[in-house]
C-alpha cells in the first residue's frame, strides 16, 4: 500500500492515524534516505499518543525513549552503527522484549540481530511530496491497515 504525503503536516497526520491502528507492542521499521520524513511521522505518532514535547532524531543517542501514561514507545536511528553487534551492548533485546512500540529507523544497519519487523515503512523523496509505502509483515495487521486505509479515504 503507498499514498503520496504533500508535506510534513500530511506526514505527522498519517504517523497519528497509523498509532490508532497498531496494537502496544510492535515493532515498526522506517526506511528512506536522509530527510525522508522518518522522524516526521515518528512525531505524528508520539503527538497522538500526547507527547507534546520536542521529537527529535535519535542520530546521536541512538535510542529516545518515551514513557507515556497508555504505552511506551522507543525510536531508535541505527545510521551510525558500526556493527549490529552494538546493539546487543546497548540492551536492544530488552527493548524488543519490553510491551512497547519499536521505531527503528535504519534498520539494516541491525541485519542479522533484530527480528522481523511487524510492518515496514519506506519514505521516499518523489515530485508531489513523500511517497510512503507500508507493508505488514506480520498477517495480523495486514487487514488492520487495509481497513485504515479504506476507513480514511487513502488512494492507495
Not at 7 to 33: H, I, M, Y
Not at 123 to 135: A, C, D, W, Y
Not at 136 to 149: C, D, G, Y
Request: proline share 3%; aromatic share 8%.
Amino acid at each position: 500500500m503507498q499514498i503520496i504525503l504533500n508535506n510534513v503536516d500530511d506526514t505527522e497526520a498519517f504517523g497519528r492515524l497509523l498509532l490508532s491502528v497498531l496494537p502496544k507492542k510492535c515493532l515498526v521499521f522506517l526506511n528512506g534516505q536522509l530527510g525522508a520524513g522518518k522522524t516526521s511521522l515518528v512525531r505524528g505518532m508520539l503527538r497522538a499518543a500526547g507527547y507534546e514535547a520536542t521529537v527529535r532524531s535519535p542520530t546521536y543517542s541512538l535510542v529516545e525513549e518515551y514513557k507515556l501514561s497508555e504505552q511506551s514507545i522507543y525510536h531508535f536511528d541505527l545510521y551510525r552503527l558500526k556493527d549490529a553487534e552494538e546493539l546487543e551492548w546497548m540492551g536492544m533485546s530488552d527493548y524488543l522484549n519490553d510491551n512497547a512500540l519499536c521505531l527503528i529507523e535504519w534498520p539494516e544497519m541491525g541485519e542479522g540481530f533484530l527480528p522481523t519487523a511487524d510492518v515496514e515503512i519506506s519514505l521516499n523523496v518523489v515530485e508531489e511530496g513523500r511517497r510512503l509505502e507500508i507493508k505488514a509483515l506480520n498477517p495480523q495487521l495486514k487487514n488492520t491497515l487495509e481497513v485504515l486505509f479504506k476507513n480514511n479515504n487513502i488512494l492507495l
